[in-house]
């Protein structure tokens, strides 16, 4: 039978940066097709595909509790593969090369990291598991 | 190809929602 794909509606307009992104008005509905971890997920809306920000939708059913996973305070070790410079005030700038451990994965890609006593939202896609091959 | 994701990070909540989120 045909793939039921989950409606989201988009939570504000978003202007594509990239090609391969979607311009989005607030209120449009967009099928998920793949949610990547790092934020961007690849969706339909009517005719056109491309990338959108998760964190500019919300689910149709349930817009209030979405699938965030739990936090773990214990933290798991990740290291840094590219270099960020902290934009808002609750980002951290990381070098390359850096150790931190992974508190919250939040669907939007900012994962909540730890480094000693400073914690901050960190970009995912520049994070790879301790002991996961490149 | 398309199904690439971009190779920078996605932008933050805007930020009306995330006061509603936080």
């Not at chain 1, 994962?111 to 896609?125: A, D, F, L, Q």
């Not at chain 2, 190809?1 to 936080?22: A, E, G, L």
Request: aromatic fraction near 10%; hydrophobic fraction near 30%.
């Amino acid at each position: 039978g045909p793939i039921i794909l989950e409606t989201y509606r988009a939570i504000a307009d978003y202007s594509k940066c990239t090609k391969y992104e979607l311009d989005l008005q607030a209120g449009d509905h967009v099928e998920i097709v793949e949610k990547n971890d790092n934020g961007w997920w690849f969706c339909q809306c009517e005719s056109r595909r491309g990338w959108v920000p998760a964190s500019y939708l919300e689910p149709l059913e349930s817009p209030d509790e979405t699938e965030e996973p739990e936090p773990n305070y214990e933290g798991e070790l990740y290291i840094t593969t590219n270099s960020y410079t902290a934009v808002e005030d609750d980002e951290l700038t990381l070098e390359e090369g850096e150790t931190i451990e992974v508190i919250h994965k939040l669907l939007d890609g900012w994962w909540v990291v730890r480094k000693g006593e400073e914690t901050g939202h960190y970009p995912s896609m520049f994070l790879r598991a301790k002991g996961e091959k490149l | 190809s398309i199904k690439q994701p971009p190779k920078n990070p996605p932008p933050r909540p805007p930020v009306d929602v995330r006061r509603k989120r936080t």
